[in-house]
């Protein structure tokens, strides 16, 4: 069974930083992309970054550039998403998904994390 | 930047049909997906690929393309049907891939 359990969200104060981390099982991790997607409470969806299966190939939604960085260990089987300068609206429940196996990026979800919540506050 | 629109809301009752569209101009290019999400879960992935059922969702979930529109249909809709439904997708330009989903759509049986 493919498990994707998320750690590391907390409360931290405005300009932090924050490593995320996403422990996989029940799947060859490192044959999948995978991804972090965000939600802010009472809000829609927001994809944050992808991940090659090497760690070698990265991509982010514009808004998160330069300020989350995504990476992954293979032979933990992790993936990462550290989070900088963290302001108020960043605080959202992240999780981390599953990329089907294919050659390239499906840039779509087969299976969700529960998520791990980010509050940003003073 | 490329932009997905849901309605807010659909409303049906049990055992009608329940249609929920996405809009958008890439996807006459793009394949569209759907996600449902229960309150305090994550989302589950209903349709792929426009049209496709990914193994364990009920039948009664389908899904269409029609130009720029698509559309996911619930028929004979259940009580546990009732939740947020989003759809995806994803423009590439060369080596650099944006996600996109739309802002969700609540679906209330009645």
């Known amino acids: 069974e493919v498990q994707l359990v998320e750690s590391g969200g907390a409360l931290v104060q405005p300009g932090g930083s924050l490593r995320l981390s996403c422990a996989a099982s029940?799947?060859?991790?490192?044959?999948?992309?995978m991804h972090w997607v965000r939600q802010a409470p009472g809000k829609g969806l927001v994809w944050v970054s992808q991940?090659?299966?090497?760690?070698?190939?990265?991509n982010y939604a514009d808004s998160f550039k330069g300020r989350f960085t995504i990476t992954r260990d293979n032979a933990k089987k992790l993936l990462f998403l550290e989070l900088s300068d963290l302001r108020a609206d960043d605080t959202a429940l992240y999780y981390c998904?599953?990329?089907?196996?294919?050659?390239?990026?499906?840039?779509?979800?087969?299976?969700w994390g529960q998520g791990t919540v980010v509050t940003v506050s003073s | 930047s490329q932009e997905l629109t849901q309605p807010p809301s659909v409303s049906v009752s049990p055992g009608l049909e329940a249609r929920i569209t996405c809009s958008g101009d890439s996807l006459p290019k793009q394949y569209a997906y759907w996600y449902q999400q229960k309150p305090g879960q994550p989302p589950v992935l209903v349709i792929y690929k426009d049209t496709k059922r990914p193994s364990g969702i009920p039948e009664r979930f389908s899904g269409s393309s029609s130009g720029t529109t698509v559309t996911l249909t619930i028929t004979g809709v259940q009580a546990e049907d009732e939740a947020d439904y989003y759809c995806q997708t994803a423009v590439t330009t060369g080596p650099h891939a944006e996600v996109i989903f739309g802002g969700g759509t609540k679906l209330t049986v009645l």
């Open positions: 029940g799947f060859t991790f490192s044959s999948h992309w």
């Open positions: 998904a599953r990329d089907p196996v294919g050659v390239g990026s499906s840039l779509y979800f087969e299976n």
């Open positions: 991940i090659n299966p090497e760690g070698t190939i990265t």
